[in-house]
């Protein structure tokens, strides 16, 4: 069992850990594959999410709204479509509109009362600040993907994060969704994580890249987490 009496910070992924973002992948896709004649399981779809973005987010930094068109975009050649300008439009435009997950924001409050609270997500600045009006608490701050010129699991995001913060990493502890993306990169650094393992069509992955890795505590709501941390 985690010592949590040894952080003084959490940092949290954003987009599938405080906000229910395969429900908002899935309002903004299927419209679009329903209007193109094609349709898929959810777990598929999902499947296909996460291949593409990870792709378009390799490389050279871009911004994610760029990402998001390219999802799209690849989304029409895998398929033998051809997306419309409005629906490359739509995916990036859609994640303002994104809702945090009905447990999200009574146990960011109650951490809170503990903790600094930090996100570290893969975003551009803007979309950030659309989405943090809906989580219910001041953030001692965040690195988004913009600000770091680069994408976790890059470790850059996690050092800047740390150094914005002013603490060591073993005062830190990272809580994601994504195995890949999160749990792996802050091991790597020596910052012990919570893997939130929520309910999704696709287990274990969801809308994430599926990867192999141990975090120090695997919980399936951030309900779960502030009952055993704060």
């Given at each position: 069992?985690?010592?949590?009496?040894?952080?003084?910070?959490?940092?949290?992924?954003?987009?599938?850990?405080?906000?229910?973002?395969?429900?908002?992948?899935?309002?903004?896709?299927?419209?679009?594959?329903?209007?193109?004649?094609?349709?898929?399981?959810?777990?598929?779809?999902l499947e296909l999410y996460a291949e593409?973005?990870?792709?378009?987010?390799?490389?050279?930094?871009?911004?994610?709204?760029?990402?998001?068109?390219?999802?799209?975009?690849?989304?029409?050649?895998?398929?033998?479509?051809?997306?419309?300008?409005?629906?490359?439009?739509?995916?990036?435009?859609?994640?303002?509109?994104?809702?945090?997950?009905?447990?999200?924001?009574?146990?960011?409050?109650?951490?809170?009362?503990?903790?600094?609270?930090?996100?570290?997500?893969?975003?551009?600045?803007?979309?950030?600040?659309?989405?943090?009006?809906?989580?219910?608490?001041?953030?001692?701050?965040?690195?988004t993907a913009q600000q770091a010129r680069s994408?976790?699991?890059?470790?850059?995001?996690?050092?800047?994060?740390?150094?914005?913060?002013?603490?060591?990493?073993?005062?830190?502890?990272?809580?994601?969704?994504?195995?890949?993306?999160?749990?792996?990169?802050?091991?790597?650094?020596?910052?012990?994580?919570?893997?939130?393992?929520?309910?999704?069509?696709?287990?274990?992955?969801?809308?994430?890249?599926?990867?192999?890795?141990?975090?120090?505590?695997?919980?399936?709501?951030?309900?779960?987490?502030?009952?055993?941390?704060?």
């Open positions: 069992m985690l010592d949590f009496s040894r952080f003084q910070a959490l940092t949290f992924d954003c987009y599938g850990t405080l906000i229910d973002w395969e429900s908002g992948i899935f309002a903004a896709m299927k419209p679009i594959l329903d209007a193109h004649g094609k349709s898929m399981s959810d777990s598929q779809l593409f973005e990870v792709a378009a987010e390799e490389g050279e930094y871009r911004p994610y709204r760029e990402v998001l068109r390219s999802v799209v975009q690849e989304f029409g050649k895998r398929l033998h479509f051809t997306p419309t300008e409005n629906e490359m439009r739509s995916l990036p435009n859609s994640v303002a509109s994104w809702k945090p997950f009905p447990d999200t924001i009574s146990a960011l409050q109650k951490l809170a009362t503990r903790y600094r609270l930090f996100v570290i997500s893969n975003i551009d600045d803007d979309m950030f600040a659309a989405t943090r009006k809906h989580l219910g608490v001041s953030f001692a701050g965040a690195v994408y976790k699991p890059s470790h850059n995001n996690f050092r800047l994060a740390l150094q914005r913060l002013g603490l060591r990493n073993d005062e830190v502890l990272h809580v994601g969704q994504s195995i890949y993306h999160d749990v792996i990169p802050a091991q790597s650094l020596r910052i012990a994580t919570v893997w939130v393992n929520r309910p999704s069509p696709r287990p274990n992955a969801g809308a994430a890249r599926a990867a192999k890795g141990k975090p120090d505590l695997e919980v399936n709501s951030l309900a779960g987490l502030a009952e055993l941390a704060a």
